[in-house]
């Protein structure tokens, strides 16, 4: 059942990534080419999606998911270092490729050969990214 | 592009509808860089049939539709280099922040999270400086 349902959330999640131009990498930079010919529409999509969700959020309170489990806890609110360094990495490449995590995925079956190596290099990055994030605790640790 | 504001917001609409359902049927937070991250990792290895089947609906859905518009344009660069080093740093990037735009973005803000708030202005604002001078400076994209 959670399967099920997670399935579904993938297709919504892709449709919604498609519908909205989020899967064609011009919009994306566009939206950060802000001393260029800047495209605003990623600010709708971002004020799209919160507003359905900044409700469920309301729904969690005093209640437990419908398949069970409880519901993912507050994240540490301090702002680390990781935080920081990793989302300027993350920025960086976003603004190379115009792709993020989710369209990526989403744009697989019509990405072209681009989009695979886009994919291979992404994989590769989360598999040394432990490493890279435990350096920079440790340097924390140690200053 | 008045058209094109529309498409976003009921784009924007479904995804975060996606995020809602998935929060509280599911209990889980909808982010692409965490889903994939934690089959990569191992640290979701007790979610991995959930995570598997969110990434497929992610793919399978998307095909379905550009089939029936009659394909779809990613407008990808053709440069091999520069999308090897983007993947890489978006790879390496999500997983050291935790999350990337559905995950801080979308599911952070909407619960006013500080971290997903801060991690946003980090990504918008590296993205928005690389973009000056990978284009309009070095001409590189």
Redesign the interface.
Known sequence: M??????????????????????????V?GW?????DWD??????????????????R??QAR?????????T????K?SA?????????????????????P?????????I??I??????????????R??GY?DGAAQAA | MEIEWVWGLLGGALIGSAAAVFLLVNGRIMGASGVIGGLIDGTGRHQSTERLALLAGLVIVPALIALAMGGAETHLTGNMAVLVIAGLLVGVGTRMANGCTSGHGVCGISRLSLRGIVATLFYIGAGAVTMLLARHIWGLI
């Open positions: 959670r399967a099920i349902v997670a399935f579904i959330v993938g297709g919504l999640f892709g449709a919604g990534l498609l519908l909205s131009g989020m899967t064609d990498t011009t919009k930079q950060l080419d802000i001393f260029g605003p529409t990623l600010a709708f999509v971002m004020g799209g999606a919160i507003i359905p969700m900044a409700i469920a959020w729904f969690t437990t998911p419908v398949l069970g489990g409880t519901f993912p507050p994240p540490d609110p702002i990781n935080l920081a360094v990793g989302s300027i990495f993350f920025g960086m490449g976003w603004a190379l490729s115009g792709l993020c995590p989710g990526a995925v989403a744009s697989l079956s019509f990405g072209g681009g989009g190596v886009f994919l291979i290099a992404m994989v590769a990055g989360m598999v040394v990214a432990p890279a994030k920079l």
